[in-house]
C-alpha cells in the first residue's frame, strides 16, 4: 500500500512542474505569442520552463533573450540533451537536440507587467477618443 501511496504522490509532483511548462515549436505559432505565454505563465507560477526540439530551439532561445532584455526574466537553469524520435518514413529512431530554460521573474518583473498593461490602456483609451 505503501509503494501505490509513493507513486500516487510522485505523480502529483510531476504534474505540478509540468504546468508551467511550455513546448515550443517552430512552425505553430508566432514567436510573441510564446513570449505573451511565458509572461503571463511566469505571474501564475513565479518560473516558467521552455522546452523545444530540433529547429524550433533558436525560437526558444530567442524567446528566453527577448524576456530577458526586457527585465522581465532571469535564467535558473538551461538543459540540453538529446532524444531519439521514431521517424516513419525512415522507420528507425532519429536522435534530435532538446533543450529546456528555466526562466523565473526579476525582482521587478511585476512593476514592469503594471506599467506596461498601464501604457496600453493609455493607448486604447486615445484610440477610442
Known amino acids: ?11 502529483a509532483i510531476t504534474e505540478v512542474h509540468k504546468k508551467n ?9 508566432p514567436l510573441f505569442f510564446y513570449v505573451n505565454l511565458a509572461k503571463r505563465y511566469m505571474q501564475q507560477h513565479n518560473e516558467v520552463e521552455l522546452s523545444a526540439l530540433g529547429m524550433a ?8 533573450e527577448i ?13 540540453t540533451s538529446t532524444v531519439d524520435i521514431k521517424d516513419d518514413s525512415r522507420g528507425r529512431p532519429v536522435q534530435k537536440a532538446k533543450i529546456e530554460i528555466v526562466l523565473g521573474k526579476t525582482e521587478n518583473f511585476d512593476e514592469l507587467m503594471a506599467a506596461a498593461a498601464e501604457e496600453r490602456e493609455a493607448a486604447e483609451a486615445e484610440e477610442q477618443s
Open 57 to 64: 530551439i533558436a525560437t526558444v532561445v530567442t524567446v528566453a
Open 67 to 79: 524576456l530577458k532584455n526586457n527585465g522581465l526574466a532571469v535564467e535558473k537553469k538551461i538543459m
Open 21 to 29: 511548462r511550455i513546448q515550443v515549436s517552430n512552425t505553430k505559432k
Open 1 to 11: 500500500m505503501e509503494e501505490v501511496t509513493e507513486g500516487i504522490n510522485n505523480i
